[in-house]
């Protein structure tokens, strides 16, 4: 697998995106809390910020992920996309309790926020360009299935809810007259990006933990393995995911009369049944005369 992997190159440029929408939202967002005050929009700020952190951390381990195996790395990169992410919701995590310390703060001491139509502007913009970038996000990650690019696009979601809530919190504390809003909504930001680094999470555990895939997903590769004619049956099917790339292995039962060289072709066979409708998926076979069981293997 070359340097130039399309798939790299695609998340490659997502994360390229991913800074410079941060990049973008951080001077927007710093002009509109120094004018407005806002707790809600200091923790808008302070999310942008690490989102920046996150967006160059994640350009590297997708960068770093798309390398092509070596010989210290025989199963390739992948995992530096796993890594990337965890990177990512420990930035959301910290940033989730800053601001609900700030807010908490706010709400003990009183203070009122300032000039609304700053905030509330500068908040649409970065609807809107939160937007586009989730959007583009999602027809990556559609693509390439990026862990990393996945955890971008969740915090990115999280943005989107963040910067409605600070044009909320703007209108009811200036416009309504409920002072407290401010900071009541600092904390629902806080809780929702906490909730957003719970379920970015996931997905790089697993991978780093090398869940096997979905049921769904592994019972079709199990019935397409299975359904040579040759095929007397396979066994200790194992799967996992790294980055961008997929991993299989097991092993088939074939009759026990049949030639190496008979074998071979049956294996070649399988697995080219396999490449046509899950051609990414590295794939290795053992072959096993019928009803031979390893006992050190459980299924």
């Keep these: 697998m070359s340097g130039n992997h399309p ?3 695609l998340t490659r440029n997502a994360a390229l995106a991913s800074v410079a929408v941060a990049l973008l ?8 809390a120094f004018e407005t005050g806002s707790v809600a929009m200091l923790g808008s700020l302070a999310d942008s910020g690490l989102d ?19 010989p210290d790395h025989r199963f390739g990169h992948g995992k530096a996309e796993a890594l990337a992410a965890l990177f990512q919701v420990v930035l959301i995590s910290v940033s989730a309790v800053g601001i609900a310390v700030r807010a908490i703060e706010r709400l003990m001491g009183g203070g009122v926020t300032g000039n609304a139509g700053y905030g ?32 971008d696009n969740v915090h990115y979601q999280s943005d989107l809810m963040l910067n409605a809530s600070v044009i909320v ?4 504390d200036q416009y309504v007259g409920l002072p407290g809003a401010d900071a009541i909504f600092g904390v629902a930001i806080a809780l929702w990006l906490a909730w957003g680094a719970y379920h970015a999470s996931n997905q790089a555990i697993d991978q780093l933990m090398d869940r096997e895939w979905p049921d769904d997903r592994r019972r079709a590769f199990q019935r397409l393995a299975a359904g040579h004619p040759e095929a007397k049956g396979i ?3 194992r799967t996992r995911t790294s980055g961008m790339h997929d991993f299989a292995q097991f092993h088939v039962w074939v009759a026990p009369s049949m030639t190496v060289s008979e074998g071979h072709r049956v294996m070649d066979e399988i697995e080219a049944r ?8 590295e794939i290795l076979i053992h072959l096993d005369p019928e009803g031979h069981i390893d006992p050190r293997i459980v299924d």
């Design 169 to 172: 919190a703007l209108i009811l």
């Design 274 to 281: 396999l490449h046509s409708k899950f051609p990414e998926v």
């Design 7 to 9: 798939s790299g190159t």
């Design 120 to 151: 509330i502007g500068v908040s649409l913009i970065a609807i809107v360009a939160t937007l586009l970038l989730v959007a583009y996000q999602r027809r990556v990650i559609a693509q390439t299935r990026s862990v990393a690019i996945s955890a």
């Design 235 to 237: 066994h200790d099917l």
């Design 52 to 70: 920046l952190i996150a967006s160059l951390v994640t350009l590297y381990g997708v960068k770093l992920a798309a390398t092509p195996a070596d």
């Design 25 to 32: 939202l951080i001077g927007l967002k710093g002009f509109a």
